[in-house]
Protein backbone atom coordinates (compact mmCIF):
# COMPACT_ATOMS: atom_id res chain seq x y z
CA UNK A 1 0.00 0.00 0.00
CA UNK A 2 2.69 2.43 0.92
CA UNK A 3 4.59 1.71 -2.10
CA UNK A 4 1.72 2.02 -4.05
CA UNK A 5 1.12 5.73 -2.52
CA UNK A 6 4.60 6.27 -3.41
CA UNK A 7 4.69 5.31 -6.73
CA UNK A 8 1.54 7.46 -7.68
CA UNK A 9 3.77 10.60 -6.24
CA UNK A 10 6.57 9.26 -8.67
CA UNK A 11 3.72 9.47 -10.86
CA UNK A 12 2.89 13.06 -10.24
CA UNK A 13 6.50 14.43 -10.71
CA UNK A 14 7.16 12.81 -13.90
CA UNK A 15 4.17 15.43 -14.95
CA UNK A 16 5.14 17.80 -12.91
CA UNK A 17 8.28 19.87 -14.38
CA UNK A 18 8.22 21.50 -17.79
CA UNK A 19 11.04 23.58 -18.44
CA UNK A 20 13.21 22.52 -21.81
CA UNK A 21 11.05 21.91 -25.21
CA UNK A 22 10.27 18.11 -26.13
CA UNK A 23 12.94 18.13 -28.74
CA UNK A 24 16.16 18.92 -26.40
CA UNK A 25 16.12 16.62 -23.60
CA UNK A 26 17.99 17.44 -20.43
CA UNK A 27 18.89 15.29 -17.16
CA UNK A 28 16.70 16.40 -14.23
CA UNK A 29 16.73 14.87 -10.20
CA UNK A 30 13.34 14.37 -9.17
CA UNK A 31 13.21 14.51 -5.46
CA UNK A 32 9.86 12.41 -3.92
CA UNK A 33 9.00 13.85 -0.90
CA UNK A 34 7.43 10.28 0.53
CA UNK A 35 5.76 11.81 3.88
CA UNK A 36 3.32 14.19 2.44
CA UNK A 37 0.55 12.78 1.25
CA UNK A 38 -1.55 14.84 -1.41
CA UNK A 39 -4.44 12.28 -2.36
CA UNK A 40 -5.00 8.99 -2.37
CA UNK A 41 -6.01 6.67 -5.00
CA UNK A 42 -8.33 3.37 -4.59
CA UNK A 43 -5.99 0.51 -4.18
CA UNK A 44 -7.26 -0.60 -7.46
CA UNK A 45 -6.30 2.93 -9.48
CA UNK A 46 -5.52 1.04 -12.73
CA UNK A 47 -8.56 -0.09 -14.73
CA UNK A 48 -9.03 -0.81 -18.96
CA UNK A 49 -12.64 -1.12 -20.49
CA UNK A 50 -13.89 -3.34 -23.41
CA UNK A 51 -16.09 -1.79 -25.43
CA UNK A 52 -19.26 -3.03 -27.35
CA UNK A 53 -18.02 -1.70 -30.90
CA UNK A 54 -18.58 -4.64 -33.86
CA UNK A 55 -16.65 -5.67 -36.33
CA UNK A 56 -18.31 -2.36 -38.65
CA UNK A 57 -17.07 -0.40 -36.34
CA UNK A 58 -15.08 2.11 -38.91
CA UNK A 59 -13.65 5.27 -38.92
CA UNK A 60 -11.37 7.17 -41.73
CA UNK A 61 -11.83 3.83 -43.91
CA UNK A 62 -10.52 2.02 -40.94
CA UNK A 63 -12.16 -0.88 -39.11
CA UNK A 64 -10.01 -1.43 -35.83
CA UNK A 65 -12.65 -3.33 -33.28
CA UNK A 66 -12.57 -6.98 -35.54
CA UNK A 67 -13.33 -9.54 -32.78
CA UNK A 68 -12.37 -7.37 -29.86
CA UNK A 69 -15.85 -6.52 -28.11
CA UNK A 70 -17.89 -7.43 -25.26
CA UNK A 71 -19.92 -9.87 -27.57
CA UNK A 72 -17.66 -11.05 -29.73
CA UNK A 73 -14.11 -11.06 -28.00
CA UNK A 74 -12.43 -14.63 -27.53
CA UNK A 75 -12.41 -14.95 -24.01
CA UNK A 76 -10.63 -18.72 -23.88
CA UNK A 77 -7.49 -16.73 -25.62
CA UNK A 78 -4.58 -17.76 -23.19
CA UNK A 79 -2.87 -14.62 -23.38
CA UNK A 80 -6.06 -12.65 -22.44
CA UNK A 81 -6.74 -14.68 -19.29
CA UNK A 82 -2.61 -14.51 -18.29
CA UNK A 83 -2.84 -10.60 -19.40
CA UNK A 84 -5.29 -9.77 -17.17
CA UNK A 85 -3.92 -11.65 -13.93
CA UNK A 86 -0.50 -10.33 -14.40
CA UNK A 87 -1.84 -7.04 -12.62
CA UNK A 88 -3.42 -8.69 -9.71
CA UNK A 89 -7.12 -8.03 -9.56
CA UNK A 90 -7.58 -5.68 -12.54
CA UNK A 91 -10.55 -3.27 -12.54
CA UNK A 92 -11.78 -4.08 -16.03
CA UNK A 93 -15.58 -1.25 -17.00
CA UNK A 94 -17.66 -2.60 -19.38
CA UNK A 95 -19.06 -0.25 -21.51
CA UNK A 96 -19.30 2.39 -24.36
CA UNK A 97 -20.97 4.62 -27.10
CA UNK A 98 -23.38 1.32 -27.59
CA UNK A 99 -24.00 0.55 -24.17
CA UNK A 100 -27.33 2.77 -23.62
CA UNK A 101 -28.79 0.96 -26.93
CA UNK A 102 -28.32 -2.57 -25.08
CA UNK A 103 -31.08 -4.99 -24.05
CA UNK A 104 -30.00 -7.73 -21.54
CA UNK A 105 -31.82 -11.13 -22.77
CA UNK A 106 -33.45 -11.81 -19.55
CA UNK A 107 -37.31 -11.69 -19.25
CA UNK A 108 -37.57 -10.00 -22.91
CA UNK A 109 -39.50 -11.85 -25.25
CA UNK A 110 -37.86 -10.64 -28.23
CA UNK A 111 -34.77 -12.34 -29.90
CA UNK A 112 -31.46 -11.29 -28.81
CA UNK A 113 -30.10 -9.06 -32.02
CA UNK A 114 -26.83 -8.26 -32.63
CA UNK A 115 -25.41 -4.75 -33.52
CA UNK A 116 -26.30 -3.96 -37.56
CA UNK A 117 -25.40 -0.70 -38.95
CA UNK A 118 -28.24 1.27 -39.91
CA UNK A 119 -27.89 5.22 -41.52
CA UNK A 120 -30.26 6.58 -38.68
CA UNK A 121 -29.34 4.68 -35.71
CA UNK A 122 -27.22 6.29 -33.20
CA UNK A 123 -23.92 6.70 -33.99
CA UNK A 124 -25.06 4.38 -37.47
CA UNK A 125 -26.24 1.03 -35.34
CA UNK A 126 -29.06 -0.62 -34.67
CA UNK A 127 -29.41 -1.76 -30.85
CA UNK A 128 -27.87 -4.77 -29.83
CA UNK A 129 -28.22 -7.31 -26.72
CA UNK A 130 -26.70 -9.28 -24.66
CA UNK A 131 -27.53 -13.10 -24.08
CA UNK A 132 -27.07 -14.37 -20.44
CA UNK A 133 -25.02 -17.64 -21.96
CA UNK A 134 -22.62 -14.44 -23.13
CA UNK A 135 -22.67 -13.03 -19.47
CA UNK A 136 -22.03 -16.13 -17.85
CA UNK A 137 -19.14 -16.56 -19.96
CA UNK A 138 -17.47 -12.98 -19.17
CA UNK A 139 -18.00 -13.62 -15.77
CA UNK A 140 -16.24 -17.03 -16.08
CA UNK A 141 -12.86 -15.58 -17.24
CA UNK A 142 -13.40 -12.21 -14.94
CA UNK A 143 -13.64 -14.50 -12.17
CA UNK A 144 -10.74 -16.58 -12.94
CA UNK A 145 -8.61 -14.07 -13.47
CA UNK A 146 -9.67 -11.59 -10.52
CA UNK A 147 -10.67 -9.02 -12.13
CA UNK A 148 -13.49 -6.33 -10.61
CA UNK A 149 -16.08 -5.43 -12.48
CA UNK A 150 -17.80 -2.11 -13.45
CA UNK A 151 -20.76 -2.18 -15.90
CA UNK A 152 -22.28 0.36 -18.13
CA UNK A 153 -26.07 0.14 -18.02
CA UNK A 154 -28.56 1.11 -20.73
CA UNK A 155 -29.71 4.85 -19.86
CA UNK A 156 -31.02 5.44 -22.94
CA UNK A 157 -33.57 2.23 -22.48
CA UNK A 158 -37.22 3.53 -22.80
CA UNK A 159 -36.43 7.12 -23.93
CA UNK A 160 -37.35 8.65 -27.20
CA UNK A 161 -35.45 10.93 -29.68
CA UNK A 162 -37.17 14.07 -29.57
CA UNK A 163 -34.71 16.10 -31.67
CA UNK A 164 -31.48 16.53 -32.90
CA UNK A 165 -29.61 14.93 -30.53
CA UNK A 166 -32.15 15.13 -27.52
CA UNK A 167 -33.49 12.56 -25.77
CA UNK A 168 -36.62 12.28 -23.60
CA UNK A 169 -38.93 10.63 -21.39
CA UNK A 170 -38.10 8.89 -18.72
CA UNK A 171 -35.67 5.60 -18.32
CA UNK A 172 -37.34 2.21 -18.79
CA UNK A 173 -35.90 0.30 -15.42
CA UNK A 174 -37.28 -3.14 -16.10
CA UNK A 175 -34.69 -5.05 -18.32
CA UNK A 176 -32.16 -3.62 -15.30
CA UNK A 177 -34.07 -4.77 -12.62
CA UNK A 178 -34.37 -8.29 -14.44
CA UNK A 179 -30.50 -8.75 -15.43
CA UNK A 180 -29.31 -7.25 -12.00
CA UNK A 181 -31.35 -9.81 -10.15
CA UNK A 182 -30.10 -12.51 -12.46
CA UNK A 183 -26.43 -11.31 -11.78
CA UNK A 184 -27.36 -11.41 -8.30
CA UNK A 185 -28.77 -15.00 -8.46
CA UNK A 186 -25.94 -16.47 -10.25
CA UNK A 187 -23.37 -14.95 -7.27
CA UNK A 188 -21.38 -12.53 -10.09
CA UNK A 189 -19.76 -9.89 -8.00
CA UNK A 190 -20.20 -6.77 -10.05
CA UNK A 191 -18.18 -3.97 -8.23
CA UNK A 192 -20.00 -1.20 -9.39
CA UNK A 193 -22.59 -0.22 -11.70
CA UNK A 194 -22.71 2.13 -14.09
CA UNK A 195 -25.29 4.43 -15.18
CA UNK A 196 -25.57 5.75 -19.08
CA UNK A 197 -22.60 6.62 -21.35
CA UNK A 198 -21.44 10.26 -22.42
CA UNK A 199 -25.21 11.43 -22.31
CA UNK A 200 -24.14 14.42 -20.31
CA UNK A 201 -24.03 17.86 -21.07
CA UNK A 202 -24.18 18.56 -24.90
CA UNK A 203 -23.41 14.50 -25.46
CA UNK A 204 -22.08 12.95 -28.00
CA UNK A 205 -24.32 10.86 -30.22
CA UNK A 206 -27.19 11.44 -27.74
CA UNK A 207 -28.00 13.96 -24.55
CA UNK A 208 -30.35 14.35 -21.75
CA UNK A 209 -31.48 16.22 -19.29
CA UNK A 210 -29.56 16.61 -15.78
CA UNK A 211 -33.02 16.47 -13.44
CA UNK A 212 -34.24 13.78 -15.73
CA UNK A 213 -30.97 11.97 -15.13
CA UNK A 214 -30.94 12.38 -11.26
CA UNK A 215 -34.67 10.77 -11.16
CA UNK A 216 -33.35 7.89 -12.90
CA UNK A 217 -30.47 7.28 -10.83
CA UNK A 218 -32.53 7.57 -7.66
CA UNK A 219 -34.38 4.76 -9.38
CA UNK A 220 -31.18 2.64 -9.88
CA UNK A 221 -30.21 3.59 -6.36
CA UNK A 222 -33.85 2.19 -4.81
CA UNK A 223 -33.63 -1.09 -7.14
CA UNK A 224 -29.97 -1.85 -5.90
CA UNK A 225 -30.96 -1.47 -2.54
CA UNK A 226 -34.11 -3.76 -3.34
CA UNK A 227 -32.32 -6.63 -4.69
CA UNK A 228 -28.90 -6.49 -2.66
CA UNK A 229 -30.55 -6.61 0.65
CA UNK A 230 -27.79 -5.73 2.66
CA UNK A 231 -25.97 -2.47 2.84
CA UNK A 232 -22.51 -4.37 2.55
CA UNK A 233 -23.06 -6.47 -0.52
CA UNK A 234 -24.47 -3.13 -1.98
CA UNK A 235 -22.23 -2.23 -5.25
CA UNK A 236 -21.31 1.47 -6.13
CA UNK A 237 -23.52 3.33 -8.26
CA UNK A 238 -21.15 5.00 -10.62
CA UNK A 239 -22.94 8.10 -13.31
CA UNK A 240 -22.77 9.79 -15.54
CA UNK A 241 -19.69 8.73 -17.48
CA UNK A 242 -19.83 11.64 -19.78
CA UNK A 243 -17.89 14.73 -20.48
CA UNK A 244 -17.37 17.44 -17.77
CA UNK A 245 -19.60 20.03 -17.66
CA UNK A 246 -19.79 21.58 -14.63
CA UNK A 247 -23.58 22.63 -14.81
CA UNK A 248 -24.77 19.38 -15.46
CA UNK A 249 -22.72 17.41 -13.34
CA UNK A 250 -23.75 20.02 -10.39
CA UNK A 251 -27.95 19.58 -11.18
CA UNK A 252 -27.15 15.47 -11.05
CA UNK A 253 -25.65 15.82 -7.65
CA UNK A 254 -28.54 18.27 -6.39
CA UNK A 255 -31.24 15.88 -7.88
CA UNK A 256 -30.34 12.84 -7.37
CA UNK A 257 -29.17 14.06 -3.47
CA UNK A 258 -26.60 12.71 -0.80
CA UNK A 259 -25.31 9.57 -0.80
CA UNK A 260 -27.01 8.40 -4.02
CA UNK A 261 -24.45 8.67 -6.41
CA UNK A 262 -21.26 7.24 -5.48
CA UNK A 263 -18.66 7.78 -8.15
CA UNK A 264 -19.40 10.85 -10.29
CA UNK A 265 -17.61 9.21 -13.78
CA UNK A 266 -15.95 11.37 -16.58
CA UNK A 267 -14.10 10.58 -19.79
CA UNK A 268 -10.83 11.81 -21.35
CA UNK A 269 -10.00 12.51 -24.86
CA UNK A 270 -7.58 15.58 -25.06
CA UNK A 271 -5.56 14.52 -28.16
CA UNK A 272 -7.78 14.90 -30.50
CA UNK A 273 -9.64 12.92 -33.06
CA UNK A 274 -7.64 9.75 -35.45
CA UNK A 275 -7.03 11.85 -38.05
CA UNK A 276 -5.65 15.12 -36.34
CA UNK A 277 -2.40 15.74 -38.10
CA UNK A 278 -0.88 16.93 -34.74
CA UNK A 279 -1.38 13.96 -32.36
CA UNK A 280 2.11 13.47 -31.67
CA UNK A 281 3.36 16.95 -30.92
CA UNK A 282 0.84 17.45 -28.60
CA UNK A 283 1.46 13.83 -26.89
CA UNK A 284 5.05 15.60 -26.13
CA UNK A 285 4.54 18.90 -25.36
CA UNK A 286 3.86 19.31 -22.05
CA UNK A 287 1.44 22.61 -22.17
CA UNK A 288 -0.60 20.80 -23.97
CA UNK A 289 -0.92 18.32 -22.07
CA UNK A 290 -1.06 20.28 -18.92
CA UNK A 291 -4.79 22.18 -20.37
CA UNK A 292 -6.40 18.39 -19.27
CA UNK A 293 -5.64 19.93 -15.32
CA UNK A 294 -8.78 22.30 -15.67
CA UNK A 295 -11.01 19.24 -15.86
CA UNK A 296 -9.86 17.67 -13.09
CA UNK A 297 -9.31 20.69 -10.82
CA UNK A 298 -12.93 21.48 -12.07
CA UNK A 299 -14.76 18.16 -10.98
CA UNK A 300 -12.70 18.09 -7.68
CA UNK A 301 -14.19 21.41 -6.72
CA UNK A 302 -17.77 20.72 -7.91
CA UNK A 303 -17.81 17.29 -5.38
CA UNK A 304 -16.12 19.58 -2.81
CA UNK A 305 -19.42 22.06 -3.14
CA UNK A 306 -22.00 20.29 -4.00
CA UNK A 307 -21.09 16.04 -3.29
CA UNK A 308 -18.45 15.08 -0.33
CA UNK A 309 -20.26 11.82 -0.31
CA UNK A 310 -19.28 11.24 -4.03
CA UNK A 311 -15.19 10.31 -5.25
CA UNK A 312 -14.44 10.86 -8.90
CA UNK A 313 -13.13 8.41 -10.90
CA UNK A 314 -12.26 8.44 -14.68
CA UNK A 315 -14.67 5.48 -16.45
CA UNK A 316 -13.00 5.67 -20.13
CA UNK A 317 -10.00 7.63 -21.09
CA UNK A 318 -8.28 6.87 -24.72
CA UNK A 319 -6.51 10.20 -25.15
CA UNK A 320 -7.34 9.73 -29.02
CA UNK A 321 -11.12 9.52 -30.31
CA UNK A 322 -12.72 7.69 -32.32
CA UNK A 323 -10.89 4.40 -32.24
CA UNK A 324 -7.54 5.97 -31.53
CA UNK A 325 -4.69 6.19 -34.17
CA UNK A 326 -2.75 3.53 -35.65
CA UNK A 327 0.57 3.45 -35.20
CA UNK A 328 0.63 6.31 -32.47
CA UNK A 329 -1.98 5.59 -29.64
CA UNK A 330 -1.32 1.43 -29.67
CA UNK A 331 2.77 2.41 -29.41
CA UNK A 332 5.13 3.63 -27.17
CA UNK A 333 4.71 7.19 -28.01
CA UNK A 334 1.37 6.76 -26.28
CA UNK A 335 2.87 5.95 -22.85
CA UNK A 336 3.59 9.39 -22.37
CA UNK A 337 0.30 10.26 -22.25
CA UNK A 338 -0.93 7.52 -20.52
CA UNK A 339 1.68 7.73 -17.29
CA UNK A 340 1.07 11.77 -17.21
CA UNK A 341 -2.62 11.40 -17.41
CA UNK A 342 -2.25 8.71 -14.29
CA UNK A 343 -0.16 11.18 -12.13
CA UNK A 344 -2.05 14.15 -13.05
CA UNK A 345 -5.40 12.20 -12.19
CA UNK A 346 -4.34 11.28 -8.96
CA UNK A 347 -2.93 14.62 -7.90
CA UNK A 348 -6.85 15.34 -7.99
CA UNK A 349 -7.94 12.69 -5.94
CA UNK A 350 -9.13 10.55 -8.83
CA UNK A 351 -9.72 7.18 -7.40
CA UNK A 352 -10.22 5.04 -10.64
CA UNK A 353 -8.32 5.54 -13.91
CA UNK A 354 -9.83 2.93 -16.73
CA UNK A 355 -7.79 3.10 -19.76
CA UNK A 356 -9.25 2.69 -23.26
CA UNK A 357 -9.05 0.05 -23.93
CA UNK A 358 -7.62 -3.39 -23.03
CA UNK A 359 -8.44 -4.44 -25.99
CA UNK A 360 -10.03 -3.14 -29.32
CA UNK A 361 -9.46 -0.06 -31.53
CA UNK A 362 -5.95 1.53 -32.01
CA UNK A 363 -5.81 2.16 -28.25
CA UNK A 364 -5.67 -1.31 -26.22
CA UNK A 365 -3.27 -2.35 -23.82
CA UNK A 366 -3.41 -5.67 -26.01
CA UNK A 367 -3.19 -6.02 -29.66
CA UNK A 368 -6.76 -6.92 -30.88
CA UNK A 369 -5.43 -9.31 -33.45
CA UNK A 370 -2.62 -10.89 -31.71
CA UNK A 371 -3.47 -10.11 -28.02
CA UNK A 372 0.26 -9.46 -27.47
CA UNK A 373 0.92 -6.70 -25.01
CA UNK A 374 1.73 -3.05 -26.45
CA UNK A 375 4.21 -0.87 -24.41
CA UNK A 376 1.52 0.79 -22.24
CA UNK A 377 0.65 -2.32 -21.05
CA UNK A 378 4.15 -3.28 -19.76
CA UNK A 379 4.96 0.45 -18.49
CA UNK A 380 1.67 0.46 -17.12
CA UNK A 381 2.23 -2.60 -15.12
CA UNK A 382 5.87 -0.99 -13.90
CA UNK A 383 4.52 2.20 -13.25
CA UNK A 384 1.39 1.97 -12.11
CA UNK A 385 1.44 -0.79 -9.93
CA UNK A 386 5.02 -0.94 -9.43
CA UNK A 387 5.95 -4.16 -10.47
CA UNK A 388 9.87 -3.29 -10.25
CA UNK A 389 11.04 -6.61 -9.55
CA UNK A 390 9.96 -7.96 -13.06
CA UNK A 391 12.19 -8.48 -16.24
CA UNK A 392 10.99 -6.18 -18.39
CA UNK A 393 10.88 -3.52 -16.13
CA UNK A 394 14.72 -3.61 -15.64
CA UNK A 395 14.56 -2.62 -19.38
CA UNK A 396 12.38 -0.09 -19.85
C1 LIG B 1 -22.42 -1.48 -42.89
O1 LIG B 1 -21.00 -1.65 -42.78
C2 LIG B 1 -20.43 -2.34 -43.86
C3 LIG B 1 -18.96 -2.57 -43.56
O2 LIG B 1 -18.35 -1.40 -43.08
C4 LIG B 1 -20.65 -1.54 -45.13
O3 LIG B 1 -20.11 -2.23 -46.22
C5 LIG B 1 -22.15 -1.31 -45.33
O4 LIG B 1 -22.37 -0.49 -46.43
C6 LIG B 1 -22.76 -0.66 -44.10
N1 LIG B 1 -24.20 -0.57 -44.25
C7 LIG B 1 -24.89 0.49 -43.84
C8 LIG B 1 -26.37 0.37 -43.99
O5 LIG B 1 -24.39 1.49 -43.40
C1 LIG C 1 -40.66 -1.30 -19.88
O1 LIG C 1 -40.11 -2.35 -20.63
C2 LIG C 1 -40.75 -3.59 -20.44
C3 LIG C 1 -39.95 -4.63 -21.19
O2 LIG C 1 -38.61 -4.63 -20.78
C4 LIG C 1 -42.17 -3.50 -20.90
O3 LIG C 1 -42.85 -4.72 -20.69
C5 LIG C 1 -42.87 -2.38 -20.15
O4 LIG C 1 -44.17 -2.21 -20.67
C6 LIG C 1 -42.10 -1.09 -20.26
N1 LIG C 1 -42.67 -0.09 -19.39
C7 LIG C 1 -43.07 1.10 -19.80
C8 LIG C 1 -43.63 2.02 -18.78
O5 LIG C 1 -42.96 1.42 -20.97
Same mark, same amino acid.
Do not use: C, L, P, R
Given at each position: MAARHLLLLALVCLHAPHSASAQQPEEATVIVKGSTKIAVTDVNYICATIDWWPPEKCNYNQCPWGQSSILNLDLDHPFLAQAIQEFHNLRIRLGGSLQDRVVYDVGTNSPCSPFTNVSNGLFGFSAGCLSMDRWDKLNDLFQKTGAIITFGLNALHGRYNVQRSFWAGKWNSTNTYDFVEYTISKGYPVDSWEFGNELSGHGTGARVDAKLYGKDVIELKSILRQLYRTPLSQPLLLAPGGFFDQQWYTQLLQTSGHGVVNALTHHIYNLGGGDDVHLMRKIVDPKYLDRAEDTYRDMQLTLQRHGTWASSWV !?? !? *? *????NGRQLVSNTFMNSIWYLDQLGMASKYNTKVFCRQTLIGGNYGLLDTQTFLPNPDYYRVLCYGIGLWAMEFCQSI
Open positions: !SE !S *G *GVFN
